[in-house]
């Protein structure tokens, strides 16, 4: 099991970013995916996920700003950041989803794979 995100970079506030983590050893369809993020001296933070529908879920400060997508010719997921802020600062990694969907959305985080992880810097 392989997940290698890319995309990351600093940007000032405003500006946008496209996260992509590649996958690969498993079938990418048959699982839901998240991305994460984790800035220095805070706890991992889930900031969203996707089904294998394509149902979609966000945490509440980066509705409206961010998009998650899957392509499954690709392997790939995806993380359209736009307007970002300098609190959207941190290393952001993929990850393969083990709790049901609907239990992400309820709270759980739990996942039984990630990557290495891209950092993203915002600011002026």
């Known amino acids: 099991v392989q997940l290698v995100e890319s995309g990351g970079g600093t940007v000032r506030p405003g500006e946008s970013l496209t996260l992509s983590c590649a996958t690969s050893?498993?079938?990418?369809?048959?699982?839901?995916m998240a991305w994460v993020r984790q800035a220095p001296g805070k706890e991992p933070e889930w900031v969203s996920a996707?089904?294998?529908?394509?149902?979609?879920w966000y945490i509440e400060s980066v509705k409206g700003r961010f998009t998650i997508s899957r392509d499954t010719d690709k392997n790939a997921i995806f993380l359209q950041m736009n307007n970002l802020k300098p609190e959207d600062t941190a290393l952001y990694y993929c990850a393969r989803i083990q709790a049901p969907f609907g239990a992400v959305v309820a709270g759980a985080r739990e996942y039984n794979a990630r990557g290495r992880g891209t950092q993203v810097t915002v600011s002026a």
């Open positions: 996707i089904a294998i529908n394509d149902r979609a």
């Open positions: 050893g498993f079938p990418f369809n048959h699982w839901d």
